[in-house]
């Protein structure tokens, strides 16, 4: 249920469980000195269930006033229930009052995964992101972070 959910800034003492769920969504350690880094520069997001991680976004930069969401991930087990969506938002908030004025997502389905593979490009439509480049593999998608009105 998501009233129970909580979408705060990833710690640096979250990165052992995040590279859990990466690991254990794609079959590969993440690099959790990169992601760490990351998060030194950028904003990221948790979201917690009753204190346990359940998904993940992890922002670098792209250019000096664009964030790219640089990981993104959701425990299998909570998909469908707006945690993604959730996570890009809170990460879209805190770019924007670090001043970024743009977002990237790139989406591939070109990695291996070890469970269900699925794409988050629906996702990004539905938050306003707009296909700016793609391959047969790969789907680059941005918006702008700009206020309306």
Request: with cysteine; proline share 4%.
């Amino acid at each position: 249920m998501a009233s129970d959910l909580t979408i705060a800034a990833l710690a640096r003492a979250d990165l052992p469980v995040v590279g859990a769920l990466f690991e254990g969504h794609t079959g590969r350690p993440a690099d959790l000195d990169l992601l760490g880094s990351w998060m030194d520069e950028w904003p990221s997001a948790a979201a917690r269930r009753e204190g346990t991680l359940v998904g993940y976004a992890v922002c670098k930069g792209f250019g000096p006033d664009i964030a790219e969401v640089a990981s993104l991930l959701v425990d299998p087990g909570a998909r469908d229930q707006g945690i993604g969506s959730r996570l890009v938002t809170h990460v879209e908030g805190a770019c924007r009052d670090r001043g970024a004025r743009a977002m990237v997502a790139v989406i591939s389905s070109g990695y291996e995964v070890a469970g269900e593979k699925r794409s988050s490009r629906p996702m990004y439509e539905r938050l306003g992101y707009r296909l700016i480049l793609e391959t047969s593999a790969t789907s680059v998608m941005a918006r702008t972070l700009e206020r309306v009105g």
